[in-house]
């Protein structure tokens, strides 16, 4: 392919990737050297009438996978809405499905509990492309593990809880059923840093343990430093689980308050190595770790 065609079908990527992908219009890559003619005014008609509608307060976002797959959730547009962070996709969710993508012989085959899941993007990444054995969503408000649960549904799956109803759909639908008897079994479970046991924790028997953007605010991370200890001192067939934390560093204090925080209770951590291929649309220059706790 000519570089000038090879470079106008990765534009309609782009273009592809954040339509479907709900990304605001200034984000799209307009202005672009290889667009040598003006857009029809029709278009721009068109473009003003858009932002002239009213906004609803939720839509369907599509992050296309690797497979060719993809994942489709019902968000909030606002990022903070019914007073929580939970009912979008951050960047630090992309960046660890990215990530686990890349590294999915991690999560082949284990039992993997997400803490403060959302709704749902890491974990339904993870499910559709690492072959989990079983995967336990997680969270502690009724607005996001409703739309969670939802989500979950919108991408083909069935959660443990339903299968009492799973065998009547599988009578009804043969497709249902060869999805789900492959697929891991999914839990979204209300999971509270501040009020779950450890009793609760050890009984999950996880593999792997993993979070992305829960180290935001100084006032959170006290009980989630206590449930990360809890977590590491548990056994799964005799071994704890690893556990990673991605984060996007927005404030240098609350990302060293959590440093230290888990030395004190004895957790130290190395930063993992960042991923080499870019799947989803984020903001590339905000600064996203990953740790991986050592107890
Ligand atoms: C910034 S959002 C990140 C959501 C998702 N992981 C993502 O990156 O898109 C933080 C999440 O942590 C959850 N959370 C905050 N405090 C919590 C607590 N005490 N127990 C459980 N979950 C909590 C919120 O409900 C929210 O879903």
Sequence with gaps: MDPAAEEARHLGLRFQQGFLAGRRLSAFPWAHESIATEP????????????????STTCYKSYLLPTGDSVTLS????????????????????????????????????????LG???????????????????????????VLEQLRENIHLNGFVLESETGNHTKMQ????????????????????LDWDSVTKEQLSQLQVDVVIAADVV????????????????????????????????????????????????????GWQVVPT?????????LHSNITLLKLLA
């Design 40 to 55: 029809l005014d029709e278009l721009y008609d068109v473009l003003a009438d858009i932002l002239n509608k009213e906004e």
């Design 75 to 114: 968000e909030t547009v606002a990022i903070i809405s019914q007073g929580t962070t939970g009912l979008v996709t951050w960047d630090a969710a992309l960046y660890l499905a990215e990530w686990a993508i890349e590294n999915s012989a991690i999560f082949s085959n284990r039992t993997i509990l997400e």
């Design 117 to 143: 899941s959302g709704i749902g993007l890491t974990g339904i990444a993870i499910c559709k492309t690492c072959n989990p054995k079983a995967y336990v969503f997680s969270d502690y408000h009724h607005c």
């Design 171 to 190: 009578s009804q639908n043969q497709r249902t059923e060869v999805m789900d008897l492959q697929g891991p079994k999914i839990t979204a479970a209300e």
């Design 216 to 267: 935001y605010d100084p006032q959170i991370t006290s009980s989630l430093i206590s449930v990360l200890q809890q977590l590491s001192a548990s056994k799964t067939a005799g071994k704890p689980p690893e556990i990673y934390i991605a984060f996007t560093v927005r404030n240098p204090d609350t990302y060293h308050l959590f440093q230290t925080e888990l030395g004190k209770v004895g957790i």
């Design 275 to 283: 991923h080499t291929k870019n799947l989803f649309l984020y903001d």
